[in-house]
């Protein structure tokens, strides 16, 4: 069974910055290209971006939102994703999920961007 | 990026009766080389994340009823829910993963 536990949310100052992990299990990790999503309160969801497998380069791609302030990696020894957040806005305050190329979620960390 | 509208925005239906959500995208998803057409369904209920119901359009995922289905090509898509049951209430959302940034539907809210 696939399982995804997002972790390392909380509450961060504007201009801050935090680094969410997400740590896999049930599946080969290093075979999947992973991405995060986010959920504003009370709203819809926004993809935030993606890095693909070692196998596949392991690139990443990012939203536009977020491109130059967010940064995705992984650990595959660790079968571990990673979303750096740097120069957060109160505008990215939401939900994170981590998933597996967007079909298996995690139940997702709560980030609040606030003064 | 290619913009992905649902309608309506939410829906009430009875029970036992059949509900119909629409997805439209601002270009063609679909695979040429493969006519596979990348747009996946979630079902999300409050306070849970979103849950795969369909993949390739049609695709049903394991353990999702058969009175849910997809179809749809192209540029246009349907979710159909038949003889609605009171756990369908839910948020769902259309995406297409056809090309980065992946991009989402605004959701259908779906009561009772």
């Known amino acids: 069974e696939v399982q995804l536990v997002e972790s390392g949310g909380g509450l961060v100052e504007p201009g801050g910055s935090l680094r969410l992990s997400c740590a896999a299990s049930?599946?080969?990790?290093?075979?999947?290209?992973m991405d995060w999503v986010r959920q504003a309160p009370g709203k819809g969801l926004e993809w935030v971006g993606r890095?693909?497998?070692?196998?596949?380069?392991?690139?990443?791609d990012y939203a536009a939102p977020v491109k130059g302030r967010f940064s995705i990696s992984r650990d595959d020894s660790k079968d571990t994703l990673y979303l750096q957040m740097d120069s957060l806005k109160t505008e990215d305050t939401a939900i994170y999920y981590c998933?597996?190329?967007?079909?298996?979620w995690g139940q997702g960390t709560l980030v609040t961007v606030s003064s | 990026d290619i913009v992905m509208t649902q309608s309506p925005d939410s829906l009430a239906v009875s029970l036992g009766e059949r509900a119909t959500i629409n997805c439209k995208s601002s270009?063609?998803?679909?695979?040429?080389?493969?006519?596979?057409?990348?747009l996946a369904w979630y079902q999300q209920k409050p306070g849970r994340p979103p849950t795969l119901l369909f993949r390739?359009?049609?695709t049903r995922e394991s353990g999702v009823p058969d009175r849910f289905s997809g179809s749809g090509s192209g540029t246009d898509f349907t979710l159909t829910i038949s003889n609605l049951q009171t756990e369908d209430v839910a948020v769902y959302y259309c995406?297409?993963?056809?090309?980065?940034?992946?991009?989402f539907g605004q959701g259908t809210k779906l009561e009772i």
């Open positions: 049930g599946f080969t990790f290093s075979d999947e290209w």
């Open positions: 390739w359009e049609s």
């Open positions: 995406l297409q993963y056809y090309s980065i940034p992946y991009t």
């Open positions: 890095i693909k497998s070692r196998a596949a380069g392991g690139t990443t």
């Open positions: 270009q063609s998803v679909s695979d040429s080389s493969d006519t596979r057409n990348h």
């Open positions: 998933t597996t190329d967007i079909w298996d």
